[in-house]
């Protein structure tokens, strides 16, 4: 396992080396979206009894921002080592594909972890939080940010050119996040988009997590584990396979 500890140091550093642009800066961000839209809608919206706005929205900008992050962390080392050639340096030591599978994916969460912790922290005085069922917040957190490390591992592998991480990113990962019950409950919408809100495995993530800390969500939370897990373990099999066959890799 030395080689997968050396990949892992390798990818949780090159993000930690530049910590204002890859964790203050989604943490900023998160921040400027709690206090526009708690000022605005703080007193005028109130989706659980005893609840107030700013304190549901906390939760799902803790989420929205591990799991953006999870995503841009295993992409954008993948396409980069591509661009520049230095994935040779990665595919030459004799490790598995299951540990480059691992190691990318780890790192992915450890960096979800840290920027979720900091929008966390930054909230905290913004609003009154419960911490309902702390073992929800774990596993929703994990599973999550696995997941869209798993996604951007896919994406990295598939893509060629900087544009097309970009393209998934902006067309695929910002979508699903931001209509995936952030802002709103989905119990506010009508049936139809209630209905096509449920097709979304984000929406089941972010509601899960928020059932951590208030003990109330729109599903019930072991089908949110279920629908993200399942949703894991399918890319997670897509992945291993590209990896296998050395799709776009090994030339």
Known sequence: MTGFRTLLYKEVLRFWKVGFQTVAAPVLTALLYLLIFGHVMEGRVQVYEGVSYTAFLVPGLVMMSVLQNSFANASSSLIQSKITGNIVFVLLPPLSYAEFFGAYVLAAVVRGVVVGAGVLAVA???????????????????????????????????????????????FFIMPLTFLSGVFYSVHSLPAFWQAVSHLNPFFFMIDGFRYGFFGVSDANPWLSLAVAVSALVLVSGVVLELLRRGYKLRY
């Open 124 to 170: 905290i005085p913004f609003a009154p939080l419960r911490f309902e069922h702390p073992l929800w917040l774990v596993a929703f957190v994990l599973v999550g940010s696995a997941l869209l490390g798993a996604l951007g591992t896919l994406a990295g592998i598939v893509a060629e050119k900087i544009d097309q991480v970009a393209v998934f990113q902006n």
